[in-house]
Structures are given as structure tokens and as C-alpha cells.
């Protein structure tokens, strides 16, 4: 008689939604399925106490369906909390498309998408992320008006990533403030790893500002591209994580601060605008604390984007977009002096503040 040996990776797997960490009381998790177009997504509801949940859609080719589903939790949770601590009257929500995007997004897919976004009446309003643009936000636009992110030629307020970039910049100045005195960023040396939209925005701000910036990517075109655009430098090394560098800037997928790296890492601040860059919040967060290296919470200083698609919802004009993502400076120093006053990591203090007004709203819908 022979019996299989569960593994501790395939043990957590049997409890693979509402075991999970990243879990953390979803209001809501649909599965969408559509054979005739391909499409396999996956929405995650996390909180609509300060409003409906609104979070961009990313198309990824996930490894396996549980990757996929850990992804989109974790992020919709993330997103509860960045409308609250940036004051935005909205939930967390967000959405995964499980597939390649340069080779199997189509037309036809992103409207089946709409359609299941509609579904939901409003509950969840989806814009762009990674693998997505704004014209397929206008596609989805075609089935249903709960979207954002959608062209300024049809009454959007367009692409946010410019605006993502000018808060991550924004949160780093003041990260900088805080660690060195001075937000100044003129000779400060900068690794930038992720040159997508958002990456290259940043970039571009960090040269004007006359910073040493290195850049890493996983595409050597777009590295090329990049450097011949604002003549910057390319890593070339194999441990990006062990250099010499003043702040590390994030700015492709999550997790890159894990057990692996996090005790290489010899940067004094963290500050980028990757979602989910702590692989596990407590644990990591406190290393850093211990550490001595600052971490600007990415959920507060990567808000930028959804301030500006949040203007759709508001009607406000590109003034307020600026004025509310130049904010973002002035909450990240509160946050840091906040972590260093009463001995909390970063991110706990940014965490206690977004739950205590998503509470104070709860208790007021109660009365």
C-alpha cells in the first residue's frame, strides 16, 4: 500500500481562496469564462465600504490558475487600500486576464470581458494595467460605461500612467527628504527596474532632475530604446539587488522584496511603483524598519493612476489631478515621521490609516 506525500506548497493549496493571506475578507471573487473568445479572467471585489471597487485589469501570462487568482487578491486588496489613504470616496477592486497580450488579446475578447464587468452593475469598475491600453478600455467602453482610463478624445481623462509616474516621483522626493534631509534627487543614484509606461515616465522626471539613473527591464529593445531616449545607463550585472545605490525604484511586478533579496539589498530607500513590492508585508516590512532603509508604501506613492481615472467618475479637471497627486508628497512624509514617532514599519503606518477611515465610513453607514 502506497500513499502521496502532500507537500506544505500543496497543503495551502487546499484552502486556495479563503485560507489565503491575501484573501483578507473579500466581498467578492467572480470567475469569467468564455470559450468562443478565450477569454479566462478572474475579478476580485475586495471592499466597497468607501465606494464602488474600482482597479485596472491586467493581462499576464500566468504559470497556472492559482497564480493568477493569488495575483488578483492580493491587488484588489491593495487597491482598498490606496483609494482610502488617498482620500478617493472608492473600494478595491481589481482584474486578471489570464493570457498572453501581445499575442491573444483580441477585439472580441475585451468586449466579452466588458460584458462581464457589466454584469455586475457598477460593483466594479475596471481601467487599464499591465498588458492593457487605453483603446481597449475605449473596446470595453463599447459594452459597458463602467470602465475608466478610457482616450481624452472620447471624454476621458486618458492614459494614467504619466500621472503614476509623477506621484511615485512625487513619494520619492519626500522619501528622499526624509533619509537624506534634502529631496533633491540631483546626483543621487537610482536603479529603475521595470522600463514600461510607467518606469520610462519616471525616468524621464529623474533625468530632469540630473540623477545617476540605471535602468533594468527584461526586454534589452526596450532597454536600448530607453537609454537612447535620455542617456541613461543599463544594468548590466546579475544581482541587481546587491549594488551600490541610493534609492531602488521598483516599477515592474510585485514581490521583488522577498527573503531572497532583502538582506542584499544595500539601497537607504525604497521607492517605486510596482504594486505588492513586499512579498510578505509584516515579515519584510520589519526587516527593513530594522534595517534602516526607508519604504515609501507603494499602495500611497503609486496612487497617481488612479487619481487621474478617478476624474472621470468626479468631473474634475487636469489642475485637480496634479494638485491631488502632488498630495502624495505631503501624506508620504506624515507616514514616515507617523512610522518613526511610534515605532511601525512604513507600510503598517500608511495600513492603519486607510483602515481607520474605511472603519469611521463603516461605522457611518451604520447610524
Not at 466581498?27 to 482597479?55: M, R, S, W, Y
Not at 478617478?310 to 505631503?330: F, G, H, P, S
Request: net charge negative; proline share 2%; hydrophobic share 35%.
Amino acid at each position: 500500500m502506497t500513499s502521496d506525500i502532500i507537500t506544505a506548497k500543496e497543503l495551502k493549496k487546499m484552502d486556495p481562496v479563503f485560507g489565503q493571506h491575501s484573501f483578507d475578507d473579500h466581498e467578492q471573487i467572480v470567475f469569467c469564462n468564455d470559450k468562443d473568445t478565450g477569454l479566462k479572467a478572474i475579478i476580485g471585489i475586495h471592499n466597497t465600504v468607501l465606494g464602488p471597487a474600482l482597479g485596472g485589469t491586467r493581462m499576464w501570462n500566468y504559470a497556472n490558475e492559482w497564480e493568477a487568482l493569488n495575483d488578483v487578491l492580493r491587488l484588489s486588496r491593495g487597491m482598498t487600500f490606496k483609494s482610502a489613504i488617498t482620500g478617493l470616496n472608492l473600494g478595491g477592486g481589481k482584474a486578471v486576464i489570464i493570457g498572453d497580450a501581445k499575442t491573444q488579446k483580441t477585439p472580441e475578447l475585451m468586449r466579452r470581458f466588458g460584458e462581464f464587468v457589466h454584469s455586475l452593475s457598477g460593483r466594479y469598475i475596471t481601467a487599464e494595467d499591465v498588458g492593457m491600453t487605453t483603446e481597449d478600455m475605449d473596446t470595453v467602453r463599447e459594452v459597458t460605461p463602467y470602465v475608466t482610463g478610457i482616450s481624452e478624445s472620447k471624454g476621458g481623462a486618458g492614459n494614467p500612467s504619466p500621472i503614476t509616474a509623477y506621484g511615485v516621483f512625487m513619494g520619492m522626493k519626500a522619501a528622499a527628504k526624509f533619509k537624506f534631509g534634502s529631496d533633491i534627487l540631483e546626483d543621487k543614484n537610482i536603479y529603475v527596474q521595470g522600463i514600461g509606461n510607467v518606469g520610462e515616465a519616471l525616468v524621464e522626471h529623474l533625468v530632469n532632475e540630473g540623477a545617476n539613473v540605471t535602468i533594468a527591464d527584461i526586454s534589452q529593445e526596450r532597454l536600448e530604446e530607453v537609454r537612447s531616449k535620455y542617456g541613461v545607463t543599463i544594468y548590466g550585472g546579475n544581482d541587481i539587488y546587491s549594488e551600490e545605490m541610493d534609492i531602488y525604484a521598483p516599477c515592474a511586478l510585485g514581490a521583488t522584496i522577498n527573503d531572497d533579496t532583502i538582506y542584499k539589498l544595500k539601497a537607504k530607500v525604497i521607492a517605486g511603483a510596482a504594486n505588492n513590492q513586499l512579498a510578505e508585508e509584516k515579515t519584510h516590512g520589519l526587516i527593513l524598519q530594522e534595517r534602516g532603509i526607508v519604504y515609501a508604501p507603494d499602495f500611497l506613492i503609486n496612487a497617481g493612476g488612479i487619481i487621474n481615472v478617478y476624474a472621470e467618475l468626479e468631473n474634475y479637471d487636469r489642475q485637480e489631478i496634479m494638485r491631488k497627486t502632488e498630495n502624495i508628497y505631503n501624506t508620504t512624509l506624515e507616514i514616515l515621521d507617523n512610522a518613526k514617532v511610534n515605532n511601525l514599519t512604513t507600510h503598517n503606518a500608511a495600513l492603519n490609516i486607510a483602515r481607520e477611515r474605511i472603519e469611521t465610513r463603516k461605522r457611518e453607514n451604520l447610524k
